[in-house]
């Protein structure tokens, strides 16, 4: 079965504090993967993304990720955080023709304390 | 802000009734999915239309149904509703499905049956 598992569901740092959120993903098939963050009061927007090419991939606001293909990973990184960062992240996989059929992982929800 | 707009944003209504939820997307996004998201849970995919057909579905019943109209907006029409289809209805819209497009995600609709 395709699946998304998120391992922390509920993360507290204190401001200037390294991140990592693990991801991993159960599919068969090529995938296309992506993180996407949801702040207080807004809509979902998404983080970053890899398609293929150099597994570590950079996205918006000093975030970056990882794929290893031999664990079926997707961990999300950041060296500090701020927070601005306070959000709920999700962790999705998409087929590789189609970055609308999204499956989600259950989400981390990120408080950082100033 | 992405573009995609959502109505309504809060929607009461009771077991039995049938509800349309409605989104409209970015002028020239022929692409739009449908995600239900719980309390909780990260958005699980409904079905994705394409051109104005159905282009894919996840694990829900028929009760839950689609239109897309050449205006770039869209509905979602869900009939016989249970009280487990409480959750916020998340639309998401892009602009083709060569593989690599950014899906821009609307506010949501929050329905609660009673």
């Known amino acids: 079965a395709q699946s998304v598992s998120q391992h922390n569901h509920h993360v507290i740092l204190s401001e200037a504090a390294s991140l990592e959120l693990g991801c991993n993903y159960s599919y068969g098939g090529t995938v296309n993967l992506f993180w996407y963050v949801q702040y207080p009061g807004q809509h979902l927007q998404l983080l970053l993304k890899?398609?293929?090419?150099?597994?570590l991939v950079k996205g918006i606001k000093g975030f970056e990720a990882e794929f290893i293909k031999s664990k079926f990973s997707f961990n999300l990184r950041k060296p500090s955080v701020q927070w601005s960062d306070t959000a709920e992240y999700f962790c999705a996989v998409s087929p590789s023709g189609n970055t609308g059929k999204l499956i989600f992982g259950q989400g981390t929800t990120l408080q950082v304390k100033p | 802000e992405t573009g995609v707009t959502q109505s309504p944003t809060h929607l009461i209504k009771t077991r039995g009734q049938q509800v349309t939820l409605r989104c409209s997307s970015q002028s020239g996004h022929n692409t739009v999915s449908w995600y239900q998201q719980a309390l909780g849970q990260g958005p699980q995919f409904i079905f994705q239309y394409y051109r104005e057909e159905e282009n894919g579905r996840g694990n829900f019943p028929p009760r839950f149904s689609g239109l897309q109209f050449p205006n770039y907006s869209s509905e979602l029409n869900v009939n016989a509703l249970e009280l487990d289809d409480s959750a916020l209805y998340l639309c998401?819209?892009?602009?083709?499905?060569?593989?690599?497009?950014?899906?821009?995600f609307g506010p949501g609709t929050r329905l609660l049956v009673l």
């Open positions: 890899y398609f293929s090419g150099d597994p």
């Open positions: 998401a819209s892009s602009s083709g499905l060569a593989g690599k497009e950014t899906q821009y």
